[in-house]
C-alpha cells in the first residue's frame, strides 16, 4: 500500500510530530510506501492569489476558473504539481494535524485551497437533468482512502453529543464529507486524541499502541457510509435528500450517512 502523511505542526517534538513519526516506521516495517508532505518544513504558501495560476489569471481573479485554466495546460506551480501527483500516487492519505479553533490549522487550510484545484478536485464529470458531476463518492480522487489523526485540547466529554463543543463527528463533517468525499475519496472513521494539552509521558506508550493499531487495520477497516451523489438517495438537481431515506433519529449532517 502506498501512503501519504500531510503533516501540520510546527513543532517537530510536538505529540503530532511524534504520531506522525509512528506512522512512517510503523507503516514501513508493515512494506507499505510512504510519503510525507511536512508543510510547516516545506514553508508551504498558504495562501492562493494571481501567481499560482501564472499568465492564466485573470483580471479581476477568478479562483476556481484560473485554477482550472492552469491545471489544463499544466502550468501551476511545481509545488502545487507535486502534491497533486502524491495525491494520485496514493492509495491511502493520512492527515495528522491538531484541531484549532474548531478546525484544521490555517496551512493545512491553504494545502487543500491550492492543490484541490477545478478541474482536479472538483469540476469533473458530467453536468445534465440526471448527473450533477462525478462527485461525492466519484471523481478524480475515487478508489483512495484517507484518515484524520486528530489532537484536541479538550476532553472527551466536551466532544460528546451534548457536549459544549459539538460532536466531534459533526465538527469534522466538513472536512470528511465536503473536502474528501466530495472528490471520491473513501473516509475512515477518525483517530481522535482528546486532552492533548494535559497528556503525559506516562500516558504515550498507551497512545502509541492504539495508533499502532489503527494504523495497521487501515485496509480492514470500513469507511462511513456516506451516501453518493448519482446514485439514487438525491433528487437531482436539487440535490435534496429523498422521502423516506433517513435512518431513525438521524437529524443534521447524520442525514448523509447510509445505514
Known amino acids: 500500500m502506498k501512503t501519504l502523511?500531510?503533516?501540520?505542526?510546527?513543532?517537530?517534538?510536538?505529540?503530532?510530530g511524534s504520531l506522525k513519526d509512528l506512522a512512517v516506521s510503523t507503516l514501513r516495517a508493515a512494506a507499505h510506501?510512504?510519503?510525507?508532505?511536512?508543510?510547516y518544513a516545506m514553508n508551504w504558501k498558504a495562501v492562493v492569489d494571481a501567481t499560482d495560476y501564472g499568465l492564466h489569471a485573470s483580471s479581476p481573479l477568478k479562483v476556481a476558473l484560473d485554477s482550472g485554466r492552469a491545471f489544463d495546460a499544466g502550468t501551476l506551480t511545481p509545488d502545487v504539481l507535486a502534491e497533486q501527483e502524491k495525491l494520485l500516487w496514493a492509495d491511502t492519505i493520512i492527515f495528522q494535524f491538531p484541531?484549532?479553533?474548531?478546525?484544521?490549522p490555517a496551512i493545512l487550510k491553504g494545502w487543500v485551497d491550492r492543490v484541490f484545484t477545478y478541474h482536479f478536485a472538483y469540476g469533473v464529470g458530467e453536468h445534465s437533468d440526471t448527473k450533477y458531476g462525478e462527485r461525492f463518492g466519484e471523481?478524480?480522487?475515487?478508489?483512495?482512502?484517507?484518515?484524520?489523526?486528530?489532537t484536541a485540547g479538550g476532553p472527551e466529554s466536551h466532544y460528546a453529543a451534548r457536549g459544549i463543543n459539538g460532536p466531534i463527528d459533526d465538527l469534522l463533517f466538513p472536512i470528511h464529507h465536503g473536502i474528501l468525499y466530495y472528490p471520491g475519496i473513501?473516509?475512515?472513521?477518525?483517530?481522535?486524541?482528546?486532552?492533548?494539552?494535559?497528556?503525559t509521558r506516562e500516558d504515550y506508550p498507551d497512545v502509541a499502541k492504539a495508533w499502532q493499531q489503527r494504523l495497521l487495520t487501515l485496509e480492514s477497516t470500513?469507511?462511513?457510509?456516506?451516501?453518493?451523489?448519482?446514485?439514487?438517495d438525491y433528487e437531482i438537481p436539487s440535490l435534496h435528500l429523498k422521502e423516506g431515506l433517513e435512518a431513525a433519529g438521524r437529524t443534521g449532517f447524520g442525514l448523509h450517512v447510509r445505514g
Open 186 to 199: 473513501e473516509v475512515l472513521p477518525p483517530f481522535v486524541l482528546y486532552g492533548a494539552d494535559r497528556m
Open 33 to 39: 510506501e510512504v510519503r510525507v508532505s511536512d508543510l
Open 139 to 150: 471523481g478524480t480522487l475515487a478508489g483512495k482512502k484517507a484518515l484524520l489523526s486528530v
Open 5 to 16: 502523511i500531510v503533516y501540520a505542526h510546527p513543532e517537530p517534538k510536538s505529540l503530532n
Open 99 to 104: 484541531l484549532w479553533w474548531y478546525t484544521m
Open 222 to 232: 470500513e469507511p462511513i457510509a456516506f451516501r453518493p451523489q448519482n446514485f439514487g
